[in-house]
């Protein structure tokens, strides 16, 4: 197998993870409408984990993009 092709199917793979973090991002939202639809009066107590979650989720996102460009341009 050719190097250039090695990576490029390294860097597909990679890209699996920010696939994942929009599933994620999407489950986080999901359950806090869910949640501030059943108490609204605790939704606001309940937004700065939901940021949290989002943030630490899309922070694993990029981290899956930085290594698939790292495979592509830099190895």
Known sequence: MEVDA????GAGIA???MGGA??????IFGNYLSGALR???AAASQ???LIFGFA?????GIFSLLV????????
Do not use: R
């Open 6 to 9: 090695a990576k490029m199917i």
């Open 22 to 27: 929009g599933v994620g991002v999407g489950i």
């Open 56 to 60: 630490v989720t899309e922070a694993l």
């Open 47 to 49: 937004f700065t984990n």
């Open 68 to 75: 698939a460009l790292l495979l592509l341009f830099v190895l």
């Open 39 to 41: 108490n609204p009066a």
């Open 15 to 17: 890209c699996i993870g």
